[in-house]
């Protein structure tokens, strides 16, 4: 089982970036997906979840400027994020579950500057 996530950086204020998680090695379609995201000394925290049959839910602090989205096909999840704040700066985690598994990717650094 592997997730592999890609796509963080440095970003200035107000700017976008785009995080990708590759899944293999489980039933994706079959998952839900989300993406947390975690800070120094603080607890991870769900960003944004989209479940199989596409129901999405977000944190409030990201309802408006995240998008969650997933491809069956490829076995991918994307979080697309815009107008990105300086307190969005964290590791950002994509994870699936289902009623039997829960599986991790390794984290992408996002840092937004002032």
């Known amino acids: 089982v592997q997730l592999q996530a890609s796509g963080g950086g440095l970003v200035q204020a107000g700017g976008s970036l785009g995080l990708s998680c590759a899944a293999s090695?489980?039933?994706?379609?079959?998952?839900?997906a989300g993406w947390y995201r975690q800070t120094p000394g603080q607890q991870r925290e769900l960003v944004a979840s989209?479940?199989?049959?596409?129901?999405?839910d977000y944190a409030e602090s990201a309802r408006g400027r995240f998008t969650i989205s997933r491809d069956d096909v490829k076995n991918m999840v994307y979080l697309q994020m815009n107008s990105l704040k300086p307190e969005d700066t964290a590791v950002y985690y994509c994870?699936?579950?289902?009623?039997?598994?829960?599986?991790w990717g390794q984290g992408t650094q996002v840092t937004v500057s002032s």
């Open positions: 994870n699936t579950w289902t009623r039997y598994n829960n599986y």
């Open positions: 090695g489980i039933m994706f379609s079959r998952s839900r």
């Open positions: 989209i479940t199989t049959g596409r129901y999405l």
